[in-house]
């Protein structure tokens, strides 16, 4: 059974910074793609960025280019998502997701585990 557990979450100004992990348990971490998406109140889940599985390649939704960087630590099996210059339209519950691709995938439904979810609010 694979768990993913997200953490760093929270209240945040505009402008600020916060730093999500993804710790990952139950599958070998580095065999697959991971990625990070969001769901704000009343919208639909959006894909937010992926890595593949050794970490050397990156894809971001065009609003968050520049802003936040997805890398993965496949020794510690954790995934990071560093978020900087964050907006209020950021605001949203952040997932992480083990794709079942090696390379970067953006559709959720290439993603076969979820974690929880880890609240992100940005006030402005």
């Known amino acids: 059974q694979v768990q993913l557990v997200e953490s760093g979450g929270g209240l945040v100004q505009a402008g600020g910074s916060l730093r999500l992990s993804c710790a990952a348990s139950?599958?070998?971490?580095?065999?697959?793609?991971m990625g990070w998406f969001r769901q704000a109140p009343g919208k639909e889940r959006e894909f937010v960025a992926s890595i593949n599985w050794s970490g050397t390649t990156t894809y971001y939704l065009d609003s968050v280019k520049g802003r936040f960087t997805i890398s993965r630590d496949n020794a510690k099996n954790t995934l990071y998502l560093q978020m900087n210059s964050l907006k209020p339209e950021d605001t949203a519950v952040y997932y992480c997701a083990t794709a079942t691709t090696r390379g970067v995938i953006t559709g959720p439904r290439w993603y076969d585990y979820w974690g929880q979810g880890t609240q992100v609010t940005v006030s402005s």
């Open positions: 139950g599958r070998t971490f580095s065999n697959n793609a």
